[in-house]
């Protein structure tokens, strides 16, 4: 997650990149802006506004907040595609395809085992192990004809 936001910082094009889908995430949320700041608990009322604008860059503890208070809502960790321009339901529909290779499935494992590293959350959760996560790939990244298939290959 650390390259992404780095690149926002240096580079106006991928600032402008997150930005957009950082309001493209606000508005298929349906909530308010205010509502959305709230939720996360940040403080100054503008915060928001000046991620989808694109005046500030949210960092991972932000990223973290909204993965928390859009997950029920949109029914996705939304930090990775703000980030990567990638959903993981797309993943999914190439995977069930066929339409998307294994490298491309990889990368999107290792984007995934990335941000959790960079938002801290393998030092926040000590007892997530790369199992642990694997699992959470299988479950929320792989649509269940091939976890039903990869489990009749056991």
């Known amino acids: 997650m650390a390259e992404p936001l780095k690149q926002a910082r240096q580079d106006p094009l991928v600032k402008k990149e997150i930005s957009e889908?950082?309001?493209?995430?606000?508005?298929?949320s349906g909530l308010d802006p205010s509502v959305i700041n709230?939720?996360?608990?940040?403080?100054?009322?503008?915060r928001i506004n000046n991620y989808i604008s694109g005046a500030r860059t949210p960092g991972a503890q932000?990223?973290?907040e909204l993965d928390r208070v859009m997950y029920p809502i949109i029914g996705e960790y939304v930090s990775f595609y703000i980030l990567h321009g990638k959903h993981a339901s797309d993943i999914k529909e190439g995977v069930v395809s066929g339409g998307v290779s294994n490298a491309a499935v990889n990368r999107a494992l290792s984007g995934l085992l990335?941000?959790?590293?960079?938002m801290g959350r393998l030092v926040a959760e000590p007892k997530l192990t790369t199992s642990k996560i694997l699992l959470d790939f299988n479950e929320f990244y792989l649509?269940?004809?091939?976890k039903n298939d990869n489990h009749q290959e056991s």
Do not use: H, M, Q, S
Not at 21 to 28: D, I, P, T
Not at 38 to 46: L, N, P, S
Not at 143 to 146: F, H, I, L, T
């Open 143 to 146: 649509p269940r004809e091939v």
């Open 114 to 118: 990335n941000d959790y590293v960079e």
């Open 62 to 64: 932000e990223l973290i």
């Open 21 to 28: 889908r950082f309001k493209e995430v606000v508005e298929r």
């Open 38 to 46: 709230f939720r996360c608990g940040w403080k100054a009322r503008t």
